[in-house]
Nanobody, 116 residues
Framework: QVQLVESGGGLVQPGGSLRLSCVVR?????????MGWYRQAPGNQRELVAR???????NYVDSVKGRFTISRDNANNTVHLQMNSLKPEDTAVYYC?????????WGQGTQVTVSS
């Protein structure tokens, strides 16, 4: 049994900041490998925003480089996405994603809206 619980979304003005968090709750004995954040805006495909491997390597979509930072807290099975200098183009539903054991799981999504 694995559940990804997201928090931190909301409404923010352009140039503002938000911090998303995702906790992996599990009752099975399985390791957590890569963790990441995806987003999906209306009419668009879901895209990878940022990911972090089990060893701490990170990668980002070009549009967020220099503005977003992904991190993980392995002791608490948590991944964070610090989002700074937010733009209206960042508006989307953000989904947490993680490989746990041999399976990949998704959070239900949290809305991020950047608007004046």
């Amino acid at each position: 049994q694995v559940q990804l619980v997201e928090s931190g979304g909301g409404l923010v003005q352009p140039g503002g900041s938000l911090r998303l968090s995702c906790v992996v709750r599990k009752s099975i004995f399985a390791a957590i490998y890569g963790m990441g954040w995806y987003r999906q805006a209306p009419g668009n495909q879901r895209e990878l925003v940022a990911r972090i491997s089990s060893t701490g390597s990170t990668n980002y979509v070009d549009s967020v480089k220099g503005r977003f930072t992904i991190s993980r807290d392995n002791a608490n099975n948590t991944v964070h996405l610090q989002m700074n200098s937010l733009k209206p183009e960042d508006t989307a539903v953000y989904y947490c994603n993680s490989r746990v054991g041999v399976q990949t799981y998704w959070g239900q999504g949290t809305q991020v809206t950047v608007s004046s």
